[in-house]
Protein backbone atom coordinates (compact mmCIF):
# COMPACT_ATOMS: atom_id res chain seq x y z
CA UNK A 1 0.00 0.00 0.00
CA UNK A 2 1.27 3.41 -1.11
CA UNK A 3 1.79 6.00 1.82
CA UNK A 4 -0.41 8.85 1.00
CA UNK A 5 1.53 11.31 2.55
CA UNK A 6 0.41 14.91 2.51
CA UNK A 7 2.19 18.38 3.63
CA UNK A 8 0.37 18.54 6.86
CA UNK A 9 0.17 16.61 10.27
CA UNK A 10 -3.74 16.32 10.53
CA UNK A 11 -4.59 12.77 9.89
CA UNK A 12 -7.99 13.97 9.31
CA UNK A 13 -7.52 16.39 6.93
CA UNK A 14 -5.33 13.48 5.07
CA UNK A 15 -8.13 11.14 5.03
CA UNK A 16 -10.66 13.49 3.92
CA UNK A 17 -8.56 14.62 1.04
CA UNK A 18 -7.78 10.85 0.11
CA UNK A 19 -11.41 9.89 0.46
CA UNK A 20 -12.41 12.81 -1.93
CA UNK A 21 -9.78 12.01 -4.36
CA UNK A 22 -11.95 8.65 -4.25
CA UNK A 23 -14.93 9.93 -4.62
CA UNK A 24 -13.95 12.54 -7.42
CA UNK A 25 -11.84 10.84 -9.66
CA UNK A 26 -11.18 6.75 -11.14
CA UNK A 27 -7.71 4.97 -9.80
CA UNK A 28 -5.88 3.71 -12.44
CA UNK A 29 -3.42 0.43 -12.13
CA UNK A 30 -0.69 2.70 -14.17
CA UNK A 31 -1.02 6.69 -13.46
CA UNK A 32 0.23 9.45 -15.94
CA UNK A 33 1.73 12.81 -16.03
CA UNK A 34 0.79 15.25 -18.48
CA UNK A 35 2.29 19.40 -18.48
CA UNK A 36 1.91 21.70 -20.43
CA UNK A 37 2.50 25.59 -20.32
CA UNK A 38 -0.32 28.16 -18.71
CA UNK A 39 -2.82 28.49 -21.36
CA UNK A 40 -3.35 25.24 -23.84
CA UNK A 41 -6.83 24.68 -22.37
CA UNK A 42 -5.85 22.21 -19.65
CA UNK A 43 -8.85 23.22 -17.18
CA UNK A 44 -11.18 23.75 -20.18
CA UNK A 45 -10.52 19.85 -21.40
CA UNK A 46 -10.78 18.51 -17.85
CA UNK A 47 -13.70 20.66 -16.88
CA UNK A 48 -15.56 18.96 -20.03
CA UNK A 49 -14.73 15.39 -18.39
CA UNK A 50 -17.78 12.93 -18.70
CA UNK A 51 -19.46 10.42 -16.43
CA UNK A 52 -19.19 10.95 -12.59
CA UNK A 53 -15.31 10.37 -11.37
CA UNK A 54 -13.08 12.10 -13.74
CA UNK A 55 -10.24 10.13 -15.51
CA UNK A 56 -7.80 13.19 -14.99
CA UNK A 57 -6.66 15.10 -12.30
CA UNK A 58 -5.96 18.92 -12.26
CA UNK A 59 -2.49 19.53 -10.95
CA UNK A 60 -3.36 22.64 -9.93
CA UNK A 61 -6.09 21.68 -7.34
CA UNK A 62 -4.18 18.54 -6.34
CA UNK A 63 -1.15 20.17 -5.39
CA UNK A 64 -3.37 22.42 -3.88
CA UNK A 65 -5.13 19.61 -2.18
CA UNK A 66 -2.19 18.10 -0.54
CA UNK A 67 -0.74 21.31 0.61
CA UNK A 68 2.47 20.89 -1.78
CA UNK A 69 1.91 24.24 -3.59
CA UNK A 70 1.63 27.99 -1.57
CA UNK A 71 -0.47 29.84 -3.87
CA UNK A 72 1.52 33.33 -3.07
CA UNK A 73 5.04 31.88 -4.56
CA UNK A 74 2.63 30.07 -7.43
CA UNK A 75 0.86 33.33 -8.40
CA UNK A 76 3.89 35.46 -8.05
CA UNK A 77 6.96 33.12 -9.24
CA UNK A 78 10.76 34.60 -8.35
CA UNK A 79 12.98 31.14 -10.35
CA UNK A 80 15.55 31.97 -8.26
CA UNK A 81 14.69 32.11 -4.65
CA UNK A 82 14.59 28.53 -2.39
CA UNK A 83 10.91 29.35 -1.88
CA UNK A 84 10.12 28.69 -5.37
CA UNK A 85 12.83 25.43 -5.84
CA UNK A 86 11.11 23.79 -2.33
CA UNK A 87 7.48 24.47 -3.89
CA UNK A 88 8.33 22.98 -7.21
CA UNK A 89 10.08 20.23 -5.52
CA UNK A 90 7.33 19.59 -3.06
CA UNK A 91 5.32 19.83 -6.93
CA UNK A 92 7.58 16.93 -8.25
CA UNK A 93 6.61 15.19 -5.19
CA UNK A 94 3.66 14.82 -4.67
CA UNK A 95 2.47 14.38 -8.26
CA UNK A 96 4.64 11.53 -8.55
CA UNK A 97 3.35 9.99 -5.48
CA UNK A 98 -0.35 10.65 -7.54
CA UNK A 99 0.98 8.83 -10.58
CA UNK A 100 1.97 5.39 -8.21
CA UNK A 101 -1.56 6.00 -6.59
CA UNK A 102 -2.52 5.07 -10.07
CA UNK A 103 -3.96 9.11 -10.92
CA UNK A 104 -3.35 10.51 -14.33
CA UNK A 105 -2.89 14.13 -13.67
CA UNK A 106 -2.59 17.26 -16.37
CA UNK A 107 0.07 20.18 -14.76
CA UNK A 108 1.93 22.71 -15.64
CA UNK A 109 3.99 22.44 -12.00
CA UNK A 110 6.98 21.08 -12.51
CA UNK A 111 10.73 21.05 -11.02
CA UNK A 112 12.79 18.09 -11.93
CA UNK A 113 10.24 15.37 -12.65
CA UNK A 114 9.80 14.06 -16.09
CA UNK A 115 6.15 13.42 -17.56
CA UNK A 116 4.94 10.91 -19.87
CA UNK A 117 3.95 13.60 -22.71
CA UNK A 118 3.80 16.88 -23.05
CA UNK A 119 1.50 19.33 -24.55
CA UNK A 120 2.71 22.14 -27.20
CA UNK A 121 -0.07 24.52 -29.18
CA UNK A 122 1.16 26.20 -31.83
CA UNK A 123 2.63 29.67 -31.14
CA UNK A 124 -0.15 31.53 -33.28
CA UNK A 125 -2.64 29.45 -30.99
CA UNK A 126 -0.98 29.50 -27.84
CA UNK A 127 -0.56 33.32 -28.13
CA UNK A 128 -4.04 33.88 -28.59
CA UNK A 129 -4.86 32.11 -25.38
CA UNK A 130 -2.29 33.61 -23.73
CA UNK A 131 -3.67 37.17 -24.21
CA UNK A 132 -7.45 35.91 -23.57
CA UNK A 133 -6.09 35.23 -19.88
CA UNK A 134 -3.24 37.84 -19.24
CA UNK A 135 -1.50 40.38 -21.54
CA UNK A 136 0.82 41.30 -17.99
CA UNK A 137 4.65 40.99 -18.99
CA UNK A 138 5.32 39.11 -15.92
CA UNK A 139 2.43 36.49 -16.70
CA UNK A 140 3.57 36.64 -20.60
CA UNK A 141 7.43 36.11 -19.90
CA UNK A 142 6.95 33.00 -17.43
CA UNK A 143 4.11 30.74 -19.72
CA UNK A 144 6.52 32.02 -22.69
CA UNK A 145 9.41 30.48 -19.99
CA UNK A 146 7.71 27.28 -18.79
CA UNK A 147 7.20 26.68 -22.53
CA UNK A 148 10.46 26.66 -23.31
CA UNK A 149 12.20 24.55 -20.72
CA UNK A 150 9.05 22.15 -21.92
CA UNK A 151 10.39 22.24 -25.31
CA UNK A 152 13.93 21.22 -24.16
CA UNK A 153 12.40 18.99 -21.66
CA UNK A 154 11.15 16.98 -24.83
CA UNK A 155 13.90 17.01 -26.71
CA UNK A 156 16.51 15.92 -24.14
CA UNK A 157 14.75 13.39 -23.08
CA UNK A 158 12.83 12.28 -25.98
CA UNK A 159 9.42 12.82 -24.17
CA UNK A 160 6.42 12.20 -26.58
CA UNK A 161 4.86 15.88 -27.61
CA UNK A 162 1.56 16.66 -28.82
CA UNK A 163 -0.38 20.24 -30.38
CA UNK A 164 -3.34 19.21 -28.02
CA UNK A 165 -4.19 17.92 -24.32
CA UNK A 166 -6.85 16.01 -26.46
CA UNK A 167 -3.77 13.97 -28.37
CA UNK A 168 -1.75 13.41 -25.31
CA UNK A 169 -4.50 11.74 -23.57
CA UNK A 170 -5.63 9.27 -26.55
CA UNK A 171 -2.12 8.37 -26.47
CA UNK A 172 -1.23 7.64 -23.12
CA UNK A 173 -4.63 6.22 -22.08
CA UNK A 174 -3.86 3.57 -25.83
CA UNK A 175 -0.57 2.59 -24.95
Not at 39 to 66: A, E, H, P, R
Amino acid sequence: MLDFFIFNNDKNKNKSIQNKIKKEYKIFKKGYIIYGPPCIGKTYWMNNQKGKKKSWVDGDDFLLDINAINKNIWKNPDINSDNYKLQYMRADYGQFMGKCYGLRIITSNYYKLLPDAIVILDSKLHRKYINKRSTTPKFVKNTLRIKKDLLNMAKKYKIPKFTSVEEAVNYLENK
